[in-house]
């Protein structure tokens, strides 16, 4: 077992914060389990009263963030592991989406996380070290009808995680971006906003929904080992694929994009860029 590090996981009142925040418990660890609503950990804070510390947080508000983190940072006298785990789901097709709902989910999923980083990063600089575990998505290498601005979401997170880990490992830092399959996380639930529907969408949204069928995916439960594992390693990799069958769809992905761009190649190379 790894010594006992401070946690701070965002999104901890389910799904996979919840199973990270249980396990890391079970491991010894101290945790801060962040949400706009912590009554859901009040069990569990029961049951490990001097190690976690529900603390009530809106990612989507930067002062709000700023302010909580450095709660927690007092709270255990420092901050080893930050899971970036917040966020919800915008389902809709591009077009049928407003503006308030695009800005509101990418207050959460995109800015929200990038509030945490800048909060979070002058505690991890300053004490020599730390891990900041970036959750973006197995599909935020490319867009797919009706998750078109989840996606969105998680590629910007997966593109700025790329570049944090550049900027801050010189000082012991470690960034990963955690790219999820697809987990019973309630997400589809609980997390989810939906757009009003286009008749003129109606089949294709027919066809997603058939496509993605009726299984919740494996429970956060069996991913959170994982998690675990990621943050004890010395020099662990910048990005990493989470669940099997989601490694072997993203391999997939790759190729099919890969086969792509060499069929076009000969219009690409017209141009001397």
Same mark, same amino acid.
């Given at each position: 077992m790894?010594d006992p590090?401070?946690w ?7 799904g !996979?914060g ?7 418990l ?5 945790v #801060?389990g962040t949400?706009? &609503?912590?009554?859901p !950990? ?9 190690r976690?510390l529900?603390?009530p947080m809106?990612v989507?508000d930067r002062r709000c963030? =700023?302010d909580?983190v450095?709660?927690?940072a007092a709270a =255990?006298?420092?901050?080893d592991v930050v899971? &970036?785990n917040?966020?919800g789901m915008?389902?809709?097709?591009v077009?049928?989406?407003t503006e308030?709902q695009?800005?509101?989910h990418?207050d959460?999923?995109? =800015?929200g996380a ?7 990063l002058p ?7 730390g891990?900041?575990l970036q959750v973006?998505?197995m599909g935020?290498g @490319? ?5 078109g ?8 997170l997966?593109s700025v995680?790329?570049a ?6 010189r =000082?012991?830092v470690?960034v ?7 987990y019973?996380? @309630?997400?589809f639930?609980?997390g989810?906003t ?11 949204r027919t066809?997603m929904?058939e496509?993605? @069928?009726?299984t ?6 069996t991913?959170?080992?994982v998690?675990?594992? !990621?943050?004890?390693?010395p020099?662990?990799p910048?990005?990493l694929?989470?669940g099997?069958q989601?490694?072997?769809? #993203?391999?997939?992905m ?5 086969e ?7 219009l690409?190379?017209?141009?001397p860029?």
């Amino acid at each position: 077992m790894t010594d006992p590090q401070v946690w701070l996981i965002t999104g901890a009142s389910r799904g !996979l914060g919840r199973a990270c925040a249980e396990a890391a418990l079970e491991a010894g660890h101290r945790v #801060v389990g962040t949400a706009r &609503n912590v009554e859901p !950990l009040e069990e569990l804070a029961r049951k490990y009263p001097d190690r976690l510390l529900p603390l009530p947080m809106d990612v989507a508000d930067r002062r709000c963030v =700023f302010d909580g983190v450095e709660r927690a940072a007092a709270a =255990f006298g420092r901050l080893d592991v930050v899971v &970036n785990n917040a966020g919800g789901m915008l389902y809709g097709m591009v077009e049928e989406a407003t503006e308030e709902q695009i800005r509101a989910h990418l207050d959460v999923n995109f =800015f929200g996380a990038v509030w945490v980083s800048q909060a979070t990063l002058p505690h991890l600089r300053a004490q020599g070290g730390g891990r900041l575990l970036q959750v973006t998505s197995m599909g935020s290498g @490319g867009g797919m009808a009706t998750v078109g601005f989840y996606g969105a979401g998680k590629a910007a997170l997966d593109s700025v995680g790329e570049a944090l880990a550049m900027e801050v490992e010189r =000082f012991g830092v470690k960034v990963t971006n955690v790219q999820m399959g697809g987990y019973n996380t @309630g997400l589809f639930a609980t997390g989810t906003t939906a757009t009003e529907p286009l008749p003129q969408y109606q089949a294709l949204r027919t066809e997603m929904e058939e496509m993605w @069928g009726d299984t919740a995916g494996p429970e956060p439960e069996t991913a959170a080992p994982v998690i675990l594992r !990621l943050a004890a390693l010395p020099d662990p990799p910048r990005r990493l694929i989470v669940g099997g069958q989601s490694f072997d769809h #993203v391999l997939e992905m790759d190729r099919a994009r890969e086969e792509l761009y060499r069929s076009w190649e000969h219009l690409s190379r017209l141009a001397p860029g």
